[in-house]
C-alpha cells in the first residue's frame, strides 16, 4: 500500500528583480561602468500542515521570550507578541485601563486587542483584559527592497570602484535592550545610556520603563513592540583604489602587468536602528531578524600589488 500524503506547509515569494548596466566613456582617457542590482520581495506563509495555522515552539527563546511566530498569511520568522501603547504615567492611569498582570506606573501599557467569547473562540473584540490572546504580529525581517550599486570610474591608469548596499523595510527585534535597558538581569551586565531617561514621576512620558529590579508581566518578561525596530539601512560597503604601471616600465622588467591595489570595507552605515549593527543575520526560521548584541562588522583597510609575468 501506498504512504499517505503529507503536506508539509507551502511558502511564496513574490517580487521583481532588477538589473541596469551602463558603461561607457565620459571623456577620451575617462571610462565609467555602472551596475545596479535590486530586488522587491514579498514573502508569505501560505499553508503549513493540515489543520496547523502556526508553529508556536519554532521560536528561539531568550530568558523566557519567545519573539517569532510562523503562522499562515504572514512573513517567514515575523515577530509576535505585545504592542506597547506606551508606560504608565500614573495610578489613574493603571486604574482605568484594562486589568493587565503586573501593571504599576513606569511599566508597559500593553494594547486590547482581542478576546475570547462563550465558545472558547477569539472575537478581535477588546475584552477589557490583558492576556495571551492580545499578541500580534509585530513587524518581519524580511526586507521590501535589497539593491546593490557598483561604480566604476577608470582615468588612464588610474582605477575607483565604489560598492554601496541597502536593505529598505525590515524589521529587527532588539533583544539586546533586554540587557541594556533594564535593570541588569546579571552582575556586570552593560548598561544602555537611554536609561539615564528612565521613567519617572517627574518624567512620566519617556519610553524608557522604570529602572526597577523587578522582572513581572509588565516590564521585561514579554515578547513586545519595545524590541522591534526599522532595520532599514544604506551601507557603503567598500572603496578600491588602483594603479597599473605603463606598459613602458613593465616591458623593461619583462612583466605583463602589474597593479597597485589600496581599499577600505564598511565606509559607513546610514540607519536609525539603535543596535550595533544592522545587517542582522540569523542561522534559521527561529531567529532570522534577531540581534543578540552580536559584535558589529569591523572598518578594514586591504593594500596588494598584482602582477602576471
Known amino acids: 500500500a501506498s504512504a499517505p500524503s503529507v503536506n508539509v506547509g507551502k511558502m511564496r515569494n513574490t517580487g521583481i528583480d532588477i538589473t541596469i548596466i551602463n558603461k561607457g566613456r565620459i571623456a577620451n582617457d575617462l571610462r565609467h561602468e555602472v551596475n545596479l542590482n535590486g530586488g522587491f520581495l514579498k514573502n508569505e506563509?501560505?499553508?503549513?500542515?493540515?489543520?496547523?495555522?502556526?508553529?508556536p515552539?519554532?521560536?528561539?527563546?531568550?530568558?523566557?521570550?519567545?519573539?517569532?511566530?510562523?503562522?499562515?498569511?504572514?512573513?517567514?520568522?515575523?515577530?509576535?507578541?505585545?504592542?506597547?501603547?506606551?508606560?504608565?504615567?500614573?495610578q489613574a492611569e493603571v486604574d482605568a485601563a484594562p486589568t493587565q498582570e503586573g501593571a504599576a506606573p513606569g511599566r508597559f501599557?500593553?494594547?486590547?486587542?482581542?478576546?475570547?467569547?462563550?465558545e472558547g473562540e477569539l472575537t478581535g473584540v477588546p475584552d477589557g483584559k490583558i492576556d495571551l490572546a492580545d499578541r500580534t504580529t509585530l513587524g518581519s525581517p524580511?526586507?521590501?527592497?535589497?539593491?546593490?550599486?557598483?561604480?566604476?570610474?577608470?582615468?588612464?591608469?588610474?582605477?575607483?570602484?565604489?560598492?554601496?548596499?541597502?536593505?529598505?523595510?525590515?524589521?529587527?527585534?532588539?533583544?539586546?535592550?533586554?540587557?541594556?535597558?533594564?535593570?541588569?538581569?546579571?552582575?556586570?551586565?552593560?548598561?544602555?545610556?537611554?536609561?539615564?531617561?528612565?521613567?519617572?514621576?517627574e518624567n512620566p512620558t519617556c519610553e524608557i520603563p522604570l529602572f526597577e529590579n523587578?522582572?513581572?508581566f509588565s516590564s521585561n518578561t514579554q515578547s513586545s513592540s519595545f524590541f522591534v525596530e526599522d532595520g532599514?539601512?544604506?551601507?557603503?560597503?567598500?572603496?578600491?583604489?588602483?594603479?597599473?604601471?605603463?606598459?613602458?616600465?613593465?616591458?623593461?622588467?619583462?612583466?605583463?602587468?602589474v597593479k597597485f591595489v589600496a581599499g577600505v570595507n564598511n565606509v559607513f552605515t546610514i540607519t536609525g536602528y539603535s543596535g550595533l549593527d544592522p545587517s542582522v543575520g540569523g542561522g534559521a526560521d527561529t531567529n532570522f531578524g534577531i540581534d543578540l548584541g552580536n559584535f558589529p562588522i569591523t572598518r578594514s583597510w586591504t593594500f596588494g600589488i598584482n602582477a602576471i609575468f
Open 214 to 216: 523587578t522582572s513581572n
Open 232 to 257: 532599514s539601512y544604506l551601507r557603503m560597503q567598500n572603496i578600491n583604489v588602483s594603479y597599473t604601471l605603463p606598459t613602458s616600465v613593465t616591458d623593461r622588467w619583462n612583466v605583463e602587468s
Open 142 to 201: 524580511v526586507p521590501d527592497f535589497t539593491a546593490g550599486l557598483t561604480l566604476k570610474f577608470d582615468y588612464k591608469n588610474f582605477g575607483v570602484e565604489f560598492y554601496t548596499f541597502a536593505s529598505v523595510g525590515n524589521e529587527i527585534f532588539n533583544i539586546s535592550k533586554l540587557f541594556t535597558d533594564f535593570y541588569p538581569l546579571f552582575p556586570g551586565a552593560a548598561i544602555s545610556e537611554r536609561v539615564k531617561d528612565s521613567w519617572t514621576f
Open 57 to 90: 515552539n519554532r521560536s528561539a527563546s531568550y530568558r523566557g521570550i519567545t519573539p517569532v511566530l510562523n503562522q499562515v498569511g504572514q512573513p517567514l520568522s515575523s515577530f509576535f507578541g505585545f504592542q506597547v501603547e506606551g508606560l504608565f504615567a500614573n
Open 109 to 118: 501599557r500593553f494594547a486590547d486587542l482581542n478576546g475570547f467569547n462563550d
Open 45 to 55: 506563509i501560505v499553508e503549513l500542515s493540515d489543520g496547523i495555522e502556526n508553529l
